[in-house]
């Protein structure tokens, strides 16, 4: 089928009417681009999709990497495939000119990276994950880690990791048991295994640069004790080529439901003598340091989420455009013409779902996005604080709602499909598979939730909490003003008010009772915020939507506006009621999961 990867128009509307990305070339940073350059950027990502990644997605999730005692091996086309990648430039697309970057929006090469993970699935993670490893370093490593690490990572010559997670320690990074020790010449030796560590060794590039979580003989214990450091795993000459191996050794390979093509190792530091470390920044300030590439992370996350929920969006449409089957219930004549399934309420249901969820999903990862750039290239201080208040509060929510809800919308894909949908002759059970690693990776959805509510919420008394609050209320007194959106507003208002006395009462409850048992249900919590947010999105969308109708004489224009109109109506009628449900759990402190016993299971 010959299904489109994304809807061009759709993205349209998000760069330039719901984000407004031209403005951006106002900013210093971006005065050397327009729109003309914004979209060769994007039809560039899409012409590589297309020619390299797209005809081999399949047999890259069909045959795995491998792994002969020696070496990794990947799919003879992977290599082509990422070393075109490389040269286009694009992993690099948001670095400085200096460092062979474009100095582009992230906004833009978020968009530009969605056709890449379409037609690539994880493949393309090794050049996400390889770009998140020099951000760190250029942040907060030396001038020399910089031209010794970052040069070549941004070049595309070296591939990067973060290496966090240990066989006895998962997510409890405090517990870790990887360590350094100094040499007798004054080199950091480290010693530990790690696992699950994505892209942790491959044949793409000369070398790989690992991100590696480590604590110091001596150092405190838990989390003020961990310091990062850069382990290669080759040694570099002082005159830039490759040197002996540093004892970065891989265990074994782990074979995954989905995502198959990027590598998820163990990997052995050290057997030896100790695989030589380069510490990042100041002892005992590792974690600190890793948020930075664990927050972007976790929004390529939730981006990647979102992606794999439009495609299987995009794919399931055309099928039932597309596919003749059965008749409406009305018709009495069994030799009446069949219609396409997407004549079919059930049908038309379960697509609208999957806007609902895709298209929500999608203006949420890139709202981030815009505030990771708003942050560092707003015009004033104040902006880019504000932005920052933003960012740091809502990534829970940019990593989580699109990772639960992407397979959400994969699901009802396979089902618009039906007995096609769950076979690989088509996509959409790939995507599936693909979409269900993301409530986990980087932080499960548990995690997540405790994040929200136990740390966000409160920090800076509720300062992110509150901005979060302002925003969508401003939104809300923007769509006053069209009288056809009086329905949302007011629901929406309710839904802030159930948001707000939730809040309040937990937050007294965390202070006065049991607070594993307040925490307990966090997850409804996560849920509820989330709601609020992709409602305050959709509204946003029908406010932009409802003043282009007014002015529109396309026939093709005024589909896509009353599109994102029912899409909004969809959300509010049938997903946005979900929160008083949670709300009333929320509020009972129901204890049902916390005094179920072990032994009843």
Request: charged share 20%.
């Amino acid at each position: 089928m010959s299904a489109p990867m994304l809807n061009e128009r759709d993205l349209a509307f998000y760069l330039y009417e719901l984000f407004d990305t031209q403005a951006l070339c106002q900013r210093e940073r971006y005065q050397d681009h327009d729109k003309q350059t914004f979209d060769e950027v994007i039809n560039t990502a899409k012409t590589i999709a297309e020619k390299y990644f797209m005809p081999i997605r399949q047999k890259l999730d069909v045959h795995q990497p491998t792994f002969d005692g020696t070496k990794v091996h990947l799919i003879d086309e992977m290599k082509p495939a990422y070393d075109a990648l490389n040269e286009s430039g694009l992993p690099s697309a948001c670095a400085d000119y200096e460092f062979n970057g474009m100095q582009l929006p992230p906004i833009v090469s978020s968009i530009a990276g969605a056709y890449l993970s379409i037609a690539g699935g994880n493949a393309v993670g090794y050049s996400m994950l390889t770009t998140a490893n020099a951000n760190l370093l250029a942040a907060h490593g030396s001038d020399e880690l910089i031209e010794k690490w970052v040069v070549p990572l941004r070049e595309g010559r070296y591939a990067g990791t973060m290496a966090m997670t240990e066989p006895d320690c998962g997510s409890g990074l405090a517990d870790l048991t990887t360590s350094a020790s100094k040499d007798e010449q004054g080199n950091y030796r480290i010693t530990g295994s790690k696992i699950f560590i994505s892209g942790g060794d491959h044949d793409l590039s000369e070398n790989i640069v690992h991100l590696v979580l480590a604590r110091i003989k001596g150092a405190p214990k838990g989390i003020k004790g961990i310091s990062l450091f850069v382990v290669p795993k080759f040694l570099v000459n002082e005159d830039g080529t490759i040197g002996d191996s540093n004892e970065v050794a891989l265990s074994g390979l782990f074979h995954k439901m989905g995502g198959r093509a990027h590598t998820s190792t163990a990997l052995s530091f050290g057997e030896d003598q100790g695989a030589i470390g380069y510490l990042v920044g100041e002892e005992n300030k590792g974690l600190q340091y890793m948020f930075h590439m664990m927050n972007e992370a976790r929004i390529l996350v939730g981006t990647g989420a979102a992606v794999i929920a439009n495609a299987g969006y995009q794919y399931s449409l055309d099928y039932a455009k597309n596919r003749p089957q059965g008749r409406l219930p009305s018709s009495k004549d069994p030799l009446s013409p069949m219609v396409s399934i997407i004549e079919h309420a059930d049908v038309r249901r379960m697509l609208l779902a999957q806007k609902a969820y895709a298209e929500g999903a999608m203006a949420l990862v890139l709202y981030g996005a815009q505030l990771s750039d708003d942050e560092k290239t707003a015009q004033t201080q104040e902006q880019k604080d504000h932005a920052h208040l933003l960012l740091d509060f809502l990534t829970p929510i940019i990593k989580t709602w699109p990772s639960e809800y992407g397979p959400k919308a994969n699901d009802l894909a396979i089902q618009v499909l039906g007995g096609h949908g769950y076979i690989n002759e088509h996509p959409v059970e790939m995507f599936y598979r693909d979409n269900r690693l993301n409530p986990i990776h980087e932080g499960t959805t548990g995690i997540q939730s405790l994040d929200l509510l136990a740390r966000k919420v409160v920090m800076n008394k509720q300062a992110g909490y509150k901005a979060t609050i302002v925003e969508i209320e401003k939104t809300i007194q923007q769509a006053s003003a069209h009288e056809s959106l009086a329905q949302y507003t007011q629901q929406l208002t309710n839904a802030l008010n159930t948001l707000n006395k939730t809040t309040v009462f937990l937050l007294q409850s965390m202070a006065t009772k049991d607070i594993d048992l307040v925490l307990a249900n966090s997850v409804q919590y996560l849920s509820m915020f989330g709601h609020v947010i992709i409602a305050w999105l959709w509204l946003k969308k029908a406010v932009l939507a409802n003043q282009a109708l007014a002015t529109s004489q396309h026939e093709e224009e005024q589909a896509f506006y009353q599109g994102k109109l029912q899409a909004t109506q969809y959300f509010y009628r049938y997903e946005l009621p979900q929160i008083s449900l949670w709300a009333e759990t929320l509020l009972s402190l129901d204890d049902t999961t916390m005094t179920m016993q072990e032994n009843w299971f």
